[in-house]
């Protein structure tokens, strides 16, 4: 998987999975959120995507408004 694609995934994942009441977006949700773990483990850019990513998408309101969106060309050298 290229960065790109890497970084796609992280776009379209459902980060709020665990608080839906539907088993299987809980279970699809989960098992994504495993995958896209998996992947970053084995590249150190990929880890600290989904680190950026997950903190940026599970900050309130106003500090997301501070702060800006983690994008692709952050992580291009």
């Keep these: ?3 790109t694609e890497y970084y796609r995934d992280l776009e379209s ?7 839906s009441d539907d088993h299987r977006a809980f ?3 989960s098992e994504e959120r495993k995958r896209l773990q998996a992947i970053a483990q084995e590249n150190s850019t990929y ?4 680190k950026d990513y997950s903190d940026w998408v599970h900050m309130t309101p106003e500090h997301r408004r501070e702060i800006h969106k983690p994008e692709l060309k952050d992580y291009l050298n």
């Design 1 to 3: 998987m290229d960065i």
């Design 13 to 19: 994942h459902d980060w709020y999975y665990n608080y």
């Design 27 to 29: 279970t699809k949700g």
């Design 47 to 50: 880890s600290r995507m989904l």
